[in-house]
Nanobody, 124 residues
């Protein structure tokens, strides 16, 4: 079993920055694909960014390209999401996910392990 815990969410003004962390425990996630998803009220959960096991391949949703950066530190069993130039439409609960696959995964149904989520609120 892999347990994921997100942190770093909060309230920020538009244009500000936040850094989310996803700490994994239970087993090493070095060979796991990982991703960040978000769900806004009344909307479906969507993939914001994803990263393969070595961190050499990444995916970004068009709306966050150039503003968000996904990274991982396998020695620390942790994944990050640096979010810059935040917009009110980025407001959502952000979830991290992991799956024992080497490739890049961007679909919700491809992931078995999920964190509990962290709220990000961007005020205008």
């Amino acid at each position: 079993q892999v347990h994921l815990i997100e942190s770093g969410g909060g309230l920020v003004q538009a244009g500000g920055s936040l850094r989310l962390s996803c700490a994994a425990s239970g087993r090493p996630v070095s060979y796991y694909a990982m991703g960040w998803f978000r769900q806004a009220p009344g909307k479906e959960r969507e993939c914001v960014a994803a990263i393969n096991w070595r961190g050499e391949s990444t995916y970004y949703q068009d709306s966050v390209k150039g503003r968000f950066t996904i990274s991982r530190d396998n020695d620390k069993n942790t994944m990050y999401l640096q979010m810059n130039r935040l917009k009110p439409e980025d407001t959502a609960v952000y979830y991290c996910a992991a799956e024992l696959r080497l490739s890049l995964l961007t679909q919700e149904e491809e992931y078995d392990y999920w964190g509990q989520g962290t709220q990000v609120t961007v005020s205008s």
